[in-house]
């Protein structure tokens, strides 16, 4: 079967590549990995991508209704091509669902939004993330090993956009922290410097009553320092 579509795979990851996470993120970036799946890949009908995270399974994205009816039935039903595959970290082919049993109850419900095959490839993360990408088809037999291999690589793109996620909320939360210890330190030093103007003291005394007003008021160091400079510039 091959890449016979409109879309140049090379030219589809290139696009992916540009995309900047902090602009976009996530779902968007997620939603435009399903839709250019669903461009590319032969015989794709509909297309979603499935994350399983402490709260359950959801579909964090979808190319139309009849992907997330699918869905939806595995995740009450706790079973299906997708689950599987996420679970396991692999790839689930269904090239007849009509003649499906692994799932019961699947098969017909697949029938009856029309998808009569089925391609589902776990996302390759090693943490408490799980997920997979899915491609439902109209036609039985629809997926060729052209098109498992393209799914796969859908699957770790995914997975690489998820990890850099990740690691930029992480980024970018330790620098709010970093940020606001250096705040509260610079506020500290301000009031320290008031004490010891108007107390006549050293630095270590001038935090000492600082902590000491702290513990009394039942406050934080930093608001009890905050107050302190909010009084010293008032006229």
């Not at 839709?35 to 015989?43: C, D, N, S």
């Not at 990408?133 to 393209?150: C, H």
Request: net charge negative; glycine share 8%.
């Amino acid at each position: 079967m091959g890449y016979t579509v409109g879309l140049d795979i090379t030219d589809v990851f290139r696009e992916l590549g540009r995309i900047d996470l902090g602009e976009t993120g996530l779902d968007a970036v997620v939603a435009r990995v399903a839709e250019l799946a669903k461009e590319t890949v032969p015989g794709a009908y509909e297309v979603s991508v499935t994350l399983v995270r402490d709260g359950g399974p959801r579909t964090v994205a979808s190319t139309g209704e009849p992907a997330e009816v699918l869905d939806r039935w595995q995740y009450d039903n706790h079973g299906g091509p997708c689950l599987d595959a996420a679970a396991d970290r692999r790839t689930v082919c269904v090239d007849e669902v009509a003649a499906e049993q692994r799932w019961p109850g699947w098969p017909e419900h697949a029938g009856s939004v029309g998808v009569c095959s089925a391609l589902s490839a776990g996302l390759p993360i090693h943490d408490r993330v799980i997920g997979a990408v899915n491609v439902y088809a109209k036609a039985a037999r629809a997926f060729d090993a052209d098109s498992v291999a393209l799914i796969e690589n859908f699957a770790e793109y995914v997975a690489v956009v998820l990890s850099n996620a990740d690691r930029y909320h992480a980024t970018a939360a330790l620098a709010r922290q970093l940020r606001s210890a250096m705040e509260s330190r610079a506020v500290i030093e301000q009031a320290k410097g008031i004490i010891m103007s108007q107390r006549r003291c050293g630095p270590d005394e001038a935090f000492a009553i600082l902590s000491r007003a702290s513990q009394t008021a039942n406050r934080k160091l930093r608001d009890v320092a905050a107050t302190v400079v909010e009084r010293a510039q008032r006229p």
